[in-house]
């Protein structure tokens, strides 16, 4: 380790304080300190190449310092960085909007910009509770979510969040939600159609009792990111469309992590033909870039909200980098590349790639459930694979076995005991074979070893 390294470690240690981290164990522990990217490639401060398997947290899509984007965000420095759009237009913003509606599912018209996940949520269950009340249907309040559920961290998108480790401490804080089961095929005893069946049967219970009170319905669609990459079985998506239209209440669909290709479409909404009242972006968004966030919804709603003279009627909502330029220019640069480069029609060669791998994977002795949907891969590690009884959350399994792929060349982090894969969906084959072979071999031969050891991982 060089002395720069040692200095940045030693300030991280003294001044930062990182998310979703105890700090406690983080303050024991020697951290990597990125520096730079090239790539599909992390590099540290020591030099160390690091392939970017998880996308750098799911967001990266075309790999780093990728010309065209960094030309465009340059571009756009030369003009302007930053302007509202309080009050005013932006050319980015404008030109992005265009293009969000042009790619989403047919329906969604109209583009509400923000920053990050949690704010694209917060605002589509902002405006689904207010489209009730500006439409005289004041008693629809509440939502339904899946248990389970992720869609970030502020107190909106944490009351429509069901993980109990990350949620329950706030729940005095939070409003109330009624929560139907998550499909997780894993673990459920049936088929993967009864699995569905099963979750759709709960949620329509909800529905009969409190349909009235009820202004929307909030998923991810077909995968449960967080809560440990839960792939949905099919239908289930199209069966939650089905009952929010049967029962009058509005489809909020989260494509937070699962939006721009990585499922192997742009939208995962696309494969069951779901057209959804409101569309949450971000993430994948400016390609993992910047923060940006969009929220999309359709005409019908913003007709309910443009009242001409009516301040009641007006939706009261912003954040001051709404639609940030350098964010926007960096998002539409990553629209063209997906067109220069193919990106979607390249992907089934890499989704059947992964699958080659995954079959291997479930054959292992600790892999309980080695599932993909697109180029989303989750590998979950069990202590019996017979009874699928889980390892102890506090044995930090997944940490240790992707903090094995390091000194490897590979850049993973793991949900508990599920190790995620999340490549670039622009990521080329032979770095693509490199990260699932280091993964290979670290399940292969190293597993025993890395679960017995006892240092101290995050
Ligand atoms: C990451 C994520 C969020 C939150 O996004 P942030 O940008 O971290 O606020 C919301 N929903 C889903 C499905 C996510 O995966």
Redesign the pocket.
């Known amino acids: 380790m060089n002395e720069n390294t040692q200095r940045l470690i030693e300030l991280d240690k003294r001044y930062l304080w990182h998310p979703f981290t105890q700090m406690a164990d983080w303050l024991s522990c020697t951290p990597v300190v990125i520096e730079s990217g090239e790539g599909f490639y992390l590099i540290d401060t020591d030099g160390n190449r690091y392939i970017d398997g998880v996308s750098s947290l799911?967001c990266n899509v075309h790999g780093h310092r990728v010309k065209k984007i960094d030309d465009a965000i340059r571009a756009q420095l030369d003009k302007i960085a930053h302007s509202t759009l309080l009050g005013l237009g932006q050319t980015q913003a404008i030109e992005l909007a265009e293009k969000l509606v042009q790619i989403a599912p047919a329906g969604l018209e109209k583009v509400f910009y923000s920053d990050?996940?949690?704010?694209?949520?917060e605002i589509a269950i902002k405006i689904a509770y207010q489209y009730w009340q500006n439409t005289g249907r004041t008693e629809k309040t509440k939502f339904i979510a899946l248990k389970e559920a992720?869609?970030?961290?502020t107190i909106g998108?944490v009351s429509v969040g069901g993980m109990d480790l990350f949620h329950g401490i706030f729940k005095s804080l939070i409003f109330k939600t009624y929560y139907a089961p998550t499909p997780n095929p894993y673990r459920f005893e049936g088929t993967p159609a009864q699995c569905a069946k099963n979750s759709l049967e709960a949620m329509e219970a909800i529905l009969k009792r409190h349909g009235e009170q009820i202004a929307a319905i909030v998923v991810?669609p077909l995968v449960q990111?967080?809560s440990g990459i839960i792939v949905h079985p099919a239908g289930f998506l199209k069966g939650v469309e089905q009952l929010a239209r049967k029962y009058d209440v509005l489809l909020i669909v989260?494509e937070?992590?699962?939006g721009f290709g990585r499922t192997g479409k742009m939208f995962a909404c696309e494969h069951e033909d779901v057209h959804p009242d409101l569309m949450?972006m971000?993430?994948g968004i400016s390609a993992g870039y910047l923060?940006l966030?969009a929220t999309l919804t359709t005409q019908t709603i913003f007709d309910a909200f443009a009242v001409s003279g009516d301040i009641h009627k007006t939706f009261y909502h912003g954040h001051t980098y709404t639609g940030n330029a350098l964010g926007c220019a960096a998002a539409l640069a990553s629209l063209e590349l997906f067109e220069e480069n193919k990106i979607l029609e390249t992907m089934p060669e890499k989704i059947d790639l992964i699958s080659q791998y995954f079959e291997r994977f479930a054959e292992l002795p600790h892999v309980g459930d080695a599932r993909q949907c697109g180029m989303i891969g989750r590998i979950e590690l069990v202590k019996d694979k017979q009874t699928k009884e889980p390892f102890p959350s506090q044995d930090k399994i997944g940490a240790k076995v992707c903090a094995a792929m390091r000194p490897k060349g590979a850049m993973m982090r793991p949900l508990g005991n599920v190790i995620v894969l999340m490549p670039a969906v622009g990521m080329n084959i032979e770095t693509l074979t490199q990260l699932l072979d280091i993964i290979e071999e670290t399940l292969e031969e190293d597993l025993m070893k890395v679960i017995t050891a006892q240092t101290k991982f995050l």
């Open positions: 799911w990050s996940g949690a704010t694209a949520v992720y869609h970030g961290d998108s991810e990111g967080a989260d937070v992590a699962t949450c971000a993430k923060p966030a």
